[in-house]
């Protein structure tokens, strides 16, 4: 069974600049969550896609967007990056919304 | 404002002795409760759940213990060994909400061979 995977792992970008992170869920897993965990910090929600739409919002604004295809993988998307955007990314993937989630091995994103 | 709270940042332990990690939680509507092992530059590993059905959950070393009425719930690890040396995370859902989970700050364990 392949577990949830992450990419890149980590990366640098410069205040004001685009990222994309992608996530492939774990087989037979049809849900995918992103979290944001600032050291220190527990992770906290950002959105949840389920059928390719966002099912469920965190406290992030507008410039945080997703997008699922249809083979369950994701995408996490950041515009206008802030210096406090710099965190360790978690996808997590689950059977279905609610239930148990598995994460993935992060990204690392810098901004600076 | 923390729905999840884990009032002690770090805990240490003899090797072969029981490890306790606790958690708190304000959220009366939360039925569903996990937690996670997270190693450095790794993502967190899932661990246990329990349901708020139940008040005890065991798989091999762990156990997980689930007060409803005191909105407080525990991991319990024995023996403890020194891989179990980590930061450990309770996380929480609400089923009127089913799309996300309220995490803690997180306890660094460790284990003192």
């Known amino acids: 069974e392949t577990g949830v995977t992450q990419s890149p792992t980590h990366l640098i970008k410069t205040r004001g600049q685009q990222v994309t992170l992608r996530c492939s869920s774990q087989?037979?897993?049809?849900?995918v969550s992103w979290y944001q965990q600032a050291l220190g910090q527990g992770p906290q929600f950002i959105f949840q896609y389920y059928r390719e739409e966002e099912n469920g919002r965190g406290n992030f604004p507008p410039r945080f967007s997703g997008l699922q295809f249809p083979n369950y993988s994701s995408e996490l998307n950041v515009n206008a990056l802030e210096l406090d955007d710099s965190a360790l990314y978690l996808c997590a993937s689950s059977r279905s919304p609610g239930n148990t989630i598995y994460f993935g091995e992060g990204s690392w994103l810098t901004v600076v | 404002d923390q729905q999840v709270k884990q009032n002690s940042p770090s805990l240490s332990v003899q090797e072969g002795r029981i490890s306790i990690l606790n958690c708190d939680y304000t959220?009366?509507?939360?039925?569903?409760f996990l937690w996670y092992k997270k190693y450095p530059a790794e993502g967190p590993t899932f661990l246990i759940s329990i349901s708020s059905i139940k008040d005890k959950n065991e798989d091999g070393r762990f156990t997980v213990f689930l007060n409803k009425s005191a909105k407080h719930l525990s991991l319990h690890i024995v023996p403890s060994q020194p891989g179990d040396s980590a930061v450990y995370f309770c996380?929480?859902?609400?089923?009127?909400?089913?799309?996300?989970?309220?995490f803690g700050t997180g306890t660094s364990l460790t284990v003192i061979p």
């Open positions: 959220n009366s509507m939360f039925d569903y």
């Open positions: 996380a929480a859902s609400d089923p009127g909400v089913g799309n996300q989970f309220y």
């Open positions: 087989s037979g897993h049809n849900t």
